[in-house]
């Protein structure tokens, strides 16, 4: 495990750049980690993406599926590899503060 | 190099260059189209071993004092010792044994190795070769033949600590395919030798992938499953499903859980619910059409059939299989079927039959024979020029060669898919897709690449050749891979060398063909939008 | 022709013989123990977990399962003894079948020096058949004539096939796995020892044939002299034929050449063996007593201690 300093503060993150630690999460935190992952500037639709995936998050400890994902903000898949080009679970799930996805996802 | 060089120490025992690696068909017989794998961080490198083939897959870390390495190397001679006693390792004491001892290194097998033929024939990823470097460690320092002996058998080793991590990085450069050992005359388990390198690493040293342990088997155990998905997560999402399913087909299913004295209790690989919905929803489309009794639980473990410790712990295994046995008990059901999981077939079925005691060996079978009798005894109308696209079919390794389960898949495919296409070879003798073994789900570092570019592209080039006729992107083709496991690896093998755009590829289970060819459905149910 | 009575020993002589009866004796009993001590091992092995391949050698053409389980009471998968697994292992026995499709080159040498190998072993039997006959007719006057006996024919075809099959097969093999380098890494210095000592054993066995014995009488005779316990003198030649014989003998529980046994156990016991955990079942029974083991394996998630059954029901 490696630090790392995104939105002014010091956060713990994994060999490949997830934070660990969830609750320092932040919108700084967020447009710093949208840099690393070639999502900056962040758009009305990076948000929508990104608030969604918080709050299924903060209240599943999940990440939702991203069928559901694309239902529920209405952006589809292809528009969402171009806003997160790491690809909704790599990408945006990233910058939204989640885990990495495990299992056989 | 010889073999004995693993325990040098270098920079790296072997590079993998592009131009070393088996060359692809059109049109990736072009290199510029080629993807190239990433590169360590030196600080990666510096924190774990990574000196085998610059990839990291387990990530051992390097020690910090002379005592913790002196640790790990007495930890990892206990363990081994341990791999050899009927106490601790009755589970596999018989195999182990005769592989270790009685391969005369004939090299018949070299050919079966995904990961061999397609780096181009590098010594360290032969089949022969772990077991070659285990059995000089055992002759060595568990045995402890003396000097002469070890002479006259070759069995010239240096215990040390770069060896041990070397081995333990080895251990999973392997996808206990097994290919290797159908090839043996004279029945010698090489992919075995991987795994009890495994669980000398897990069972002695605590040291396992973190996807598969911490996150798997431990978190699976814990939390539900090793999706993370716990059961308030999974009611929502069963909800979503229902949904889903009543704008696909228009009309309402009721998805039944937890519903006692069931006669099926199907088990899905979580990672469906997940990644690939539509699969579980065709399960429950066709489950419905066709009549069928049948239940989710909503249990911890009891939504998820994975058990990652077949592939890795002994201990873990039979955690989980018992759990999920426990919980098909207390609901009662006739038996357990599991789902479009190559891993969970084997280890649930076939693996766990013998740690499964009293009233925890319920029945369990396939789910594929219950599709297969669905539609080939027309319990459900189907028209087949609904899936009138080019289509190979994927034979995942543990449902195939492990299991024997290889025609009821085919009679489904024959029947509803005019243009189905074998690949070259297929059945029980077909090629890993490279993610076994638990690789699909081991997502760190440059791992994911080493398998995009190593263990599974003799997979690609199956498929690239299978569909050459119609190779040009305009044309989509469909790759049937009923495996959870495999549905991942050849989907990341598809995005890295951008097969979609370049060719038109696209993969997915076997279940939501047949869902597609239902003649009562308004529209296509396969949404190739999801590439 | 020659009465075996009428060689005038020296001492040296004499020590020789009674060496080369002692050797030929220990030589016949170590293989006979070091291979019951294997068998009985492998025969003993504990149950393991199913780790089956539903084909291993072989591939069958129309490949059908209906998706195993436990319970499926197919007799289909139940027998590990069907036809086709007892074929396909044949198969692998009497002509190398993987080999052969495999490699055709490294299948010529491999199978000549198994033909040499097994036909030597048929010589000797004969060999001490005829003795053996020789000696329980009670005939004191033991001549070269009687000791030949009718089997001299098949005697003089088997001596020539495998000389000659084991000087051409291992030379042969030698030379391959020398030459190739994938299997030259991989070959021990033993394995080399091994096909020079088969090697001179056909070489001294053909000059033996050709030049002082043409009936391989002497051999016989040596036999002879073990049985009645008074050693009938070998010339110098089948000293040294004897001595490498036995020192070849000797040398093969060394080597994996046991797999002819020890695969057997593979894959009837291992990779053919499908037999379900049914209730009341000699597995079941099995099952019940490794479950009862204790574990001592040490990372973190086991609790040492804790026997098998208790660890699958641990939650931690």
Known sequence: ?105 | MRIEDISKKSDQIIKIRQSDLLPLPYPYNNPEKDTAMRELSSDQRERYEASLDGVIGVGIQRPSSKAEEELFIHKFLSGLAKLFEKENNWTFLHPLYHSLEYCVKCQICNDSCPAYIASGRKEIYRPTYRPEVLRRIVDKYIKKKNRASLKLTGSDIELNWTLIARLGELAYRCTLCRKCTQACPLGIDNGLISHEIRKVFSQEMGIAPKELHEQGTVQQLKVGSSTGINPRALENIIEFMENDIEEKIGRKIKIPVDKKGAEILLLHNAGEFMSWPENTEAFAIIFDAAGIDWTLSSETVGYDAVNYGVWYDDIQLARVATRQAEIARNLGVKKINVGECGHAHKAMIVVADRVLTGDLNIPRESALPILRDIVVGDKIKLDSSRNNFPITLHDPCNMVRLMGIVEPQREILKKICPQFLEMEPHGVDNYCCGGGSGFAIMQSMNFPDWRSAVSGRIKLKQILEVFQDTISPDVKKYVCAPCSNCKGQIRDLLNYYNVWDECGIFYGGLAELIVNAMIDLEKPFIEWEWH | MFEANTFSKSDLGLTMDIFLILLTCFAYIFILVAYSAKIVKYARMPIHLRWELFTATKTEKKPYHHGLTAFEAQPFQSSRWRLSNVWSFLKEYLWFHSYLSHDKTYWCFLYIAHIGFVSLIIFQAVCIATALGTFLAHDQTITAERATGSLVALRILLAIISFAAGIIGNIGLMVYRISHRDLRLYTPPLTFIGYCISICTCLIGFILLLTNDPHFSGYVLFFVGMFQIKPIAVSGLLGLFIFLNMLHLIYLPFTPGFHYVTRFFAFFNVLWDTRPNQKGSPVEKAIGQVMGKKITWSAPHIKSGQTWEQAAKHRS
Not at chain 1, 13 to 28: A, T
Not at chain 1, 31 to 41: G, N
Request: net charge negative; aromatic share 10%; glycine share 10%.
């Open chain 1, 1 to 105: 495990m490696a630090k790392t300093t995104l939105g002014g503060i010091e956060i713990e993150v994994d060999e490949d750049g997830f934070i660990q630690e969830p609750e320092k999460w932040n919108k700084e935190v967020a447009e710093d980690l949208s840099k690393l992952e070639q999502a900056f500037p962040m758009g009305e639709d990076h948000w929508k993406i990104v608030n969604y995936l918080r709050d299924y998050y903060l209240k599943y400890e999940i990440a939702p599926p991203i069928r559901m994902l694309v239902k529920q903000t209405g952006i589809d898949l292809k528009t969402i590899y171009q806003l997160f080009p790491g690809g909704p679970a790599k990408g945006a799930c990233k910058v939204a503060g989640l885990p990495k996805p495990t299992g056989c996802v």
